[in-house]
């Protein structure tokens, strides 16, 4: 009889602890399935930008361009020298991936001119927006602090033909509202060489107005500034912006003559640097 009475107390302890086993893992297992989607959820990353790198700089710029641009860089008689005009300086950069740079100066009995390059490629670190959403966004920035004039037909009013004497911005990539030079009347006056290039009213032409432009890029803009010192030549600076996809390009072109006086040409400028613009958005395959 004790011996009995042993073993069904045994069996009932067993049957308890085999009870309160099953009952825990029950409750486990309701906890597990209260977020059955969390586990499995995946976040969707933005997609990335069609460029993971940029051209080398001072290479973009062909020699037959920059002689257009830099009259004075045919006219350099010593073979060594010519040769480093036209290799251009590169800007000082930390991260040849995401930012290059040229620039190029030559200076002749005519004029001073100037030209910079500048590549942003932009990289978004959210993974809810794509490099191209950001790039855009950057270039939105900065065609926003150009501060282009209306379009024309627009209630807006025009812009103050008045030149300004603030100084000029140097090349240094992105131009903003507060260090380019202050905007001037587009395509009046007569150019480096004494020839008119406007009615003789002082009327701007239109379509030498800053404006955006259709034909470069994803999305552009141009801008020119004329600026005057007291009695110092006028210069003028024609900046053209596109973005390609996630790389923003910035181009920048100055004149100064060296006769007091002289305007430098807004068409001849405008059109050079659209040509030069239009090169680096087909290099780039855009």
């Excluded at 989607?37 to 933005?46: I, P, Y």
């Excluded at 200076?107 to 590549?119: H, I, N, P, Q």
Aim: proline share 8%; with cysteine.
């Amino acid at each position: 009889m004790q011996r009995k009475a042993y073993v069904s107390g045994t069996a009932a302890l067993l049957a308890a602890l085999l009870a309160g086993c099953t009952s825990g893992s029950g409750s486990d297992g309701a906890t597990d399935d209260a977020n059955p989607g969390d586990a499995g959820t995946a976040t969707v990353a933005a997609q990335p930008g069609k460029y993971r790198t940029l051209p080398e700089p001072c290479g973009a710029v062909g020699h037959d361009t920059l002689d257009a641009l830099l009259p004075g860089i045919a006219r350099i008689t010593d073979p060594d020298q010519r040769e480093k005009a036209y290799e251009g300086e590169a800007a000082l950069t930390y991260d040849t991936d995401r930012k290059v740079g040229c620039r190029w100066k030559v200076e002749s009995a005519d004029a001073t001119d100037r030209l910079s390059v500048d590549f942003e490629r932009v990289v978004s670190y959210d993974n809810a927006v794509s490099d191209d959403d950001q790039a855009q966004k950057l270039f939105g920035e900065q065609e926003s602090a150009a501060d282009l004039p209306a379009p024309s037909g627009s209630s807006a009013p025009p812009p103050s033909p008045t030149p300004s004497s603030s100084g000029a911005s140097a090349a240094s990539g992105s131009p903003s509202a507060s260090s380019a030079p202050p905007k001037g009347a587009a395509g009046d006056g007569t150019s480096s060489s004494g020839s008119p290039d406007a009615p003789s009213s002082g009327a701007t032409p239109t379509d030498l107005q800053p404006r955006t432009l259709s034909d470069v890029g994803d999305e552009a803009y141009l801008d020119d500034r004329l600026n005057t010192s007291g009695s110092t030549a006028e210069q003028r600076t024609v900046t053209v912006v596109f973005r390609t996809s996630n790389v923003i390009v910035t181009l920048q072109y100055e004149e100064q003559p060296m006769a007091v006086g002289a305007v430098p040409d807004s068409k001849e400028m405008q059109d050079r640097a659209l040509n030069l613009a239009s090169r680096l958005d087909d290099a780039l395959g855009g």
